[in-house]
Each structure stands twice: as structure tokens, then as C-alpha cells.
């Protein structure tokens, strides 16, 4: 497709499940990051990528969430042990390198709605 | 990093133009300006993205004086359909490396009424 997956769309769990979260880039992008948006808020930066390792992991809020991509295209969010805090929207976004800062701009996904119940 | 500010909300009218102001006093010398808008149960979608002075494309200006210690998104004669969050955000042209965390604020929730 033209722009950025993100399956599933919606995602209901229990608490204490184990959850991934799938992010189908653009083509051709390098980088891509991982937003957690709750309702009211802005979106919250968890974990961005260049190429196949995490650049900075920084935002990732416990050790129960981990992300990997592992071919420097799609990358998979793995969210351990479920808990109801965890009930966000959790948004992806690519960009064509990391010069996106400068001269570019971060293309979204329409998110992937997480509820923990 | 630096932070942004803008106002929570702004209301306006089909037809006028919108003006919506975003802090960045600590902005760093590398650091570009970045404006997204947000609609319901959508992504973030790119506005415009500028540096210095004046930037212009189809749907909004930017406006960034010399201190860059602020920034103005210009909405022409705004309609219905531009209801939406807007984000101020800035960042280096190297953000993609040790900056790589893009900081998102609350934004801006613009409503636009008939």
C-alpha cells in the first residue's frame, strides 16, 4: 500500500495477555517510530528505529514493552503481561531517513486502539 | 530537548483566517519547526516545516521570527473540515540519531463553527 499499516486496527485483552502490534512502513523508509497516544493527549514517543536496531528506546515505559525489526521493514510493538494502564492508541509513523528532522516529515499509521481489560 | 507551548484551544469561523502560536524558547540551533494536525481516530498528518522567516505551501503559512523563540501556523479562511488537533513540534536535522524522541504536547484543539 501507499501509506503506513498498523494491524490490528483494534485489539481487545485481558489483563496479563501477551500483545503484539504489527507497523507496515512505506516502502523505502528507513526510519520509523512508535507513538502511544491516551485519550485527551498527545502522542507519547516510545521507540524509534533506523534500519533494523532501535536508536533510541528512551520512551519505552517499563520492561514489558519491546519492539523489533528485524529486516528494517516491518516492525512488530510486544507488549508482556498486559495491564489496564496499558489501554492507549498505539501509532506508527516512517520517514525517509534521518535527516526527516531537517527536510522531511514523519507519515502515520492509523494507529492500532489497545484495550486491556 | 526543547519544549513546546501553545494554547489548549482556539475556536473560529468558516471563512476566517487562524492563527495558532507555539513557545519554543530553549530551541536549539539545529532545530527545524514542525506543525502536524490530528482528526479523530486518525494519525498525525503532516502541515508544514520551516526554519526561519516565512514558509508558504497550499494549505497553511509558518511564520517564525528572528529569535525562533516562537512560531505562528496560519490557517486561511478556515472551513468546517479543518476542526482538528494541530502540534507544534521541533527537532534537529539529526533527530533520527541520539534525538531521536520527537516530542509531542497536548496540541491545539482548533473548532470551527458555522
Known amino acids: 500500500g501507499a501509506g503506513v499499516s498498523q494491524t490490528p486496527s483494534n485489539k481487545v485483552t485481558e489483563k496479563g495477555k501477551y500483545v503484539e502490534l504489527r507497523c507496515d512502513p512505506i516502502?523505502?523508509?528507513?526510519?520509523l517510530y512508535w507513538y502511544r497516544q491516551s485519550l485527551g493527549q498527545g502522542p507519547e514517543f516510545l521507540i524509534y528505529f533506523q534500519g533494523t536496531g532501535a536508536a533510541d528506546d528512551s520512551g519505552l515505559p517499563n520492561d514489558r514493552f519491546f519492539a523489533v525489526r528485524p529486516e528494517g521493514s516491518v516492525s512488530t510493538l510486544k507488549i508482556q503481561r498486559t495491564e489496564r494502564g496499558d489501554s492507549a492508541v498505539y501509532l506508527c509513523a516512517s520517514s525517509l531517513n534521518s535527516l526527516a528532522g531537517g527536510s522531511g516529515e514523519l507519515f502515520f499509521g492509523e494507529g492500532s486502539r489497545l484495550t486491556v481489560l | 530537548l526543547a519544549k513546546t507551548t501553545q494554547p489548549i484551544s482556539m475556536d473560529s469561523y468558516e471563512g476566517q483566517e487562524v492563527n495558532i502560536t507555539c513557545s519554543h524558547n530553549?530551541?536549539?540551533?539545529?532545530?527545524?519547526i514542525t506543525w502536524y494536525q490530528q482528526f479523530p481516530s486518525q494519525g498525525p498528518r503532516f502541515i508544514i516545516q520551516g526554519y526561519k522567516t516565512k514558509v508558504t505551501n497550499e494549505v497553511a503559512s509558518l511564520f517564525i521570527p528572528a529569535d525562533r523563540k516562537s512560531s505562528t501556523l496560519s490557517l486561511p479562511r478556515v472551513s468546517l473540515s479543518d476542526t482538528a488537533v494541530y502540534y507544534c513540534?521541533?527537532?534537529?536535522?539529526?533527530?533520527?540519531?541520539?534525538?531521536?524522541?520527537?516530542?509531542f504536547g497536548k496540541g491545539t484543539k482548533l473548532s470551527v463553527k458555522p
Open positions: 513540534l521541533v527537532g534537529g536535522p539529526n533527530y533520527g540519531g541520539s534525538q531521536g524522541n520527537l516530542i
Open positions: 530553549n530551541i536549539a540551533t539545529n532545530d527545524y
Open positions: 516502502s523505502g523508509h528507513t526510519a
